[in-house]
């Protein structure tokens, strides 16, 4: 192939690289668009529906692991998805905060139900069993484990502190580390609502 040629073709493909780059949305967090896991959950809500990915079709779900007697990172994380939801503004309507409880043996309904009101009237609280939380942790690549307290019966729960973050056709688009900040988290969640 002469010189000239293959400089034309190599010019053609950088420059068809760089447009391509271009649409690409840069994310605070971190992008697995295309990922092969967390693709959906079954899991009844505090009011003992039956929820999962398609049930929020047209919304933005942030999902997140954790449990209702956490100390910090638990609050902390729901709190910022409130927060940004308010940033957005009446886009925020279009976010659904989404807790799966790691803890179903202390996470009744109705402690979930309080708590979820502490965020938001929007946000909805998922609970299975422990087989099944067992095998959505394993499917969503979460890790979580009891840890014994000092007093017989007590226990806290070490868990992963990040956020999925899915987009208004359900599929996983996101992974949000833990503090991250509710601004960083908004910026997200507003370019997937463009997509829509």
Do not use: W
């Not at 293959?6 to 010019?11: I, P, Q, S």
């Not at 668009?33 to 529906?49: I, N, Q, R, V």
């Not at 807790?99 to 043996?105: G, L, N, R, Y």
């Not at 502190?161 to 056709?169: E, K, L, N, R």
């Amino acid at each position: 192939m002469p010189m000239q040629r293959r400089l034309v073709l190599a010019t053609f493909a950088a420059a068809a690289l760089a447009a391509c780059g271009e649409n690409k949305p840069q994310f605070n967090a971190i992008d697995l668009t295309g990922a092969d896991y967390a693709k959906d959950f079954s899991l009844p809500d505090t009011d003992g529906k039956v929820r999962s990915l398609s049930d929020f079709r047209g919304k933005v779900p942030v999902v997140f692991f954790g449990y209702t007697q956490c100390p910090d990172v638990c609050p902390t994380t729901l709190a910022e998805i409130a927060q940004a939801k308010q940033i957005l503004g009446a886009d925020g309507a279009k976010v659904q905060g989404i807790f799966i409880t790691v803890d179903p043996e202390r996470d009744t309904p109705q402690v979930l139900k309080a708590y979820m009101a502490n965020f938001g009237p929007d946000f909805i609280a998922l609970r299975g069993t422990p087989e099944q939380i067992a095998t959505l942790a394993k499917d969503f690549k979460v890790y979580y484990k009891k840890v014994e307290g000092k007093r017989p019966g007590t226990y806290t729960m070490d868990h992963s502190a990040a956020s999925f973050v899915y987009d208004t056709q359900g599929r996983l688009r996101l992974y949000t580390r833990y503090g991250s900040g509710p601004q960083a988290l908004a910026g997200d969640l507003k370019q997937l609502l463009a997509q829509a």
